[in-house]
């Protein structure tokens, strides 16, 4: 895969979390994923506990994303790209107020 499609799925996946379509960003986390999450206490390790951790949280809130950025790290391996996702996020609450 190149580069670019690197960064195209990347944005996609992060695009289809944020429009509260998880299934792609778990299908591609690592078994062993370290998930430090914006909840109080929410340190999570491992793909299994997170899909089940997911499974559990169930909430009315949207989100809308703004200036996505994608930007490629090279490695010294030939066979790892790391890629950064730099976005804002406004979370939509049930009553329409935002954070």
Request: hydrophobic fraction near 45%; glycine fraction near 2%; charged fraction near 20%.
């Amino acid at each position: 895969m190149t580069t670019q499609a690197l960064l195209q799925l990347s944005a996609d996946i992060i695009t289809r979390y944020y429009n509260n379509e998880i299934e792609p960003f778990l299908a591609a986390c690592h078994p062993d994923v370290l998930w430090i999450g914006p909840a109080n206490t929410q340190i999570i390790r491992t793909r299994e506990t997170l899909i089940k951790t997911f499974a559990e949280e169930h909430h009315n809130l949207r989100f809308e994303m703004h200036d996505l950025v994608t930007v490629p790290l090279m490695t010294p391996s030939s066979k790892v790209l790391e890629v950064l996702l730099f976005f804002d996020v406004d979370t939509i609450w049930p009553d329409n107020s935002m954070q």
